[in-house]
């Protein structure tokens, strides 16, 4: 029986060995990270990513959606508003008291851009960090007329600022 190169196994489907089977998939997915990136958008992005239950992966879904994206050259920006403040961690960035973040903006003491930090683990990934005084941020603003608007007229602002522009915003 004459032995086939590995393109011929894959394509009738046999190979070898599990081993083979594997390093074949292996090279598959390699060539897909080679490939030219997709194209960015036009104008920013908004997703917010939520679910009333905990535990479900919302954290860990939005900071590996953001930095896929950053590696393909998307300028990203995390708005990270969970107390807890597991994305703000997961990109590399404080967050202690002494550190001013989404709390502040909602307040409105800060504007976003002011407390916008960028991963040092990968370019064009920034983070808007959150601290435990989160937590008590709805008690603080609930009673304001504007309290639900908050958020979206910092975002609003701070794209209207002129500064460097964002291809994607996820909210956490």
Do not use: W
């Amino acid at each position: 029986m004459k032995q086939s190169d590995g393109a011929d196994a894959q394509e009738r489907g046999t190979l070898d060995s599990p081993l083979a089977t594997e390093l074949l998939d292996l090279v598959a997915r390699r060539r897909i990270l080679d490939a030219p990136p997709p194209p960015l958008p036009a104008f920013t992005r908004v997703i917010a990513v939520s679910n009333q239950k905990g535990g479900v992966g919302k954290t860990t879904t939005t900071v590996n959606m953001a930095a896929a994206l950053a590696r393909f050259g998307a300028r990203v920006l995390v708005i990270d508003l969970d107390p807890q403040g597991n994305a703000t961690t997961a990109l590399g960035l404080e967050r202690h008291d002494a550190v001013e973040g989404m709390f502040e903006v909602l307040l409105g003491e800060r504007a976003l851009g002011d407390v916008i930090g960028e991963s040092p683990d990968l370019p064009g990934l920034f983070c808007a960090p959150s601290t435990l005084n989160l937590a008590g941020v709805e008690i603080t603003i609930a009673t304001a007329e504007d309290s639900r608007y908050r958020l979206h007229r910092a975002i609003t602002d701070h794209l209207n600022a002129g500064g460097p522009g964002y291809h994607y915003i996820f909210i956490d």
